[in-house]
């Protein structure tokens, strides 16, 4: 669960203007944090099958607002994939 402050800095890293919270860049972000900590999660508990399934949910939707991302601003798409380091 990320707490208030670790989504302001994000949210402060990613937005496009000053009042952006739900771009597209900002929820990949977003997802991405949440997915790491789930995956440190997973490590320790192999057995936890609902987080595992959350997890799932989460990659796929990650996935397709990097493909949105890629259609509609590809500046933007590459620029969010390189600071995440995502491939």
Request: hydrophobic content about 30%.
């Given at each position: 669960?990320?707490?208030?402050?670790?989504?302001?800095?994000?949210?402060?890293?990613?937005?496009?203007n000053?009042?952006?919270?739900?771009?597209?860049?900002v929820?990949?972000?977003?997802?991405?944090?949440?997915?790491?900590?789930?995956?440190?999660?997973?490590?320790?508990?192999?057995?936890?099958?609902?987080?595992?399934?959350?997890?799932?949910?989460?990659?796929?939707?990650?996935?397709?607002?990097?493909?949105?991302?890629?259609?509609?601003?590809?500046?933007?798409y590459?620029s969010?994939?390189?600071?995440l380091?995502?491939?």
């Amino acid at each position: 669960m990320l707490t208030i402050r670790q989504k302001s800095n994000i949210i402060k890293d990613f937005k496009i203007n000053e009042k952006d919270t739900g771009s597209a860049a900002v929820q990949v972000a977003l997802i991405t944090k949440q997915i790491n900590e789930l995956t440190d999660h997973l490590k320790k508990h192999r057995k936890d099958n609902h987080s595992r399934r959350g997890l799932l949910t989460m990659v796929g939707k990650r996935k397709r607002l990097m493909d949105y991302l890629s259609k509609t601003n590809p500046k933007s798409y590459n620029s969010v994939a390189k600071k995440l380091e995502l491939k």
